[in-house]
């Protein structure tokens, strides 16, 4: 199944504003989103946060940052490393169930981490 196409699937299943995977340089490599949202301000300044988290676990110890979830009134959002250079951002709304929306990424992760791969 291509990228897209899960991408989609989870944005239709779980109800989210935007999923998307993004370049740790920032650069959005593909999403389905809410056209209201900017996907690619979105994703990068996302993806910057992860990067401070890693930077934080570095000075913990050298440990990974897994996951980063931030809670807004209006948005919930979660970015997750998918290898080296790519990460998943996903955005809901505020009320979403914090629960369902890990087992999303976690169900998708594996195939999203391949595909991530060969791009």
Do not use: C, K, W
Not at 26 to 55: I, T, Y
Request: net charge negative; aromatic share 2%.
């Amino acid at each position: 199944m291509a990228v897209s196409d899960v991408l989609q699937r989870m944005r239709d299943e779980y109800g989210l504003d935007l999923v998307a995977i993004v370049g740790t340089d920032g650069l959005l490599v593909e999403s389905a989103h809410d056209p209201v949202l900017d996907a690619e301000s979105v994703a990068a300044n996302a993806v910057s946060g992860l990067l401070m988290m890693e930077a934080l676990g570095r000075e913990l110890g050298g440990v990974s940052a897994r996951q980063a979830i931030v809670e807004f009134d209006e948005h919930v959002v979660l970015v997750t490393p998918l290898g080296q250079d790519t990460a998943l951002v996903v955005v809901a709304a505020g009320s979403a169930n914090l629960g369902r929306l890990r087992l999303a990424v976690r169900r998708a992760r594996g195939s999203l981490e391949q595909e991530a791969a060969t791009i």
